[in-house]
């Protein structure tokens, strides 16, 4: 079992940045790989980003590339997700999954947590 315990959402103005952590319990967080997603009002969850077991590869929506940057340390059970010149439609509640394999989509997400709200104003 592992939970999942985002931190770090709030308002900000377009332009502006925000690190949003994902805290896991459990022995077992470096073996799976994480995730970060985000559902806007009234849209679908959607993949923003993903990271390997050992932090050395990772992977990004096109909407986010050059913008988000996933890291993680395994030492601290921790994910984080570095958010750069923020839009407004980057406005959503973000969450973080863990999985053996992260796919490209919310499918095959072993565990989820509650999500942290992000609202970019312009």
């Known amino acids: 079992q592992v939970q999942l315990a985002e931190s770090g959402g709030g308002l900000v103005q377009a332009g502006g940045s925000l690190r949003l952590s994902c805290a896991a319990s459990?022995?077992?967080?470096?073996?799976?790989?994480m995730g970060w997603f985000r559902q806007a009002p009234g849209k679908e969850r959607e993949f923003v980003g993903k990271i390997s077991t050992s932090g050395s590869n990772s992977d990004y929506a096109d909407f986010v590339k050059g913008r988000f940057t996933i890291s993680r340390d395994n030492a601290k059970n921790t994910v984080y997700l570095q958010m750069n010149s923020l839009k407004p439609e980057d406005t959503a509640v973000y969450y973080c999954?863990?999985?053996?394999?992260?796919?490209?989509?919310?499918?095959?997400?072993?565990?989820w947590g509650k999500g942290t709200l992000v609202t970019v104003s312009s």
């Open positions: 459990g022995r077992t967080f470096s073996r799976y790989q």
């Open positions: 999954g863990a999985a053996w394999v992260v796919n490209n989509g919310p499918d095959g997400i072993n565990y």
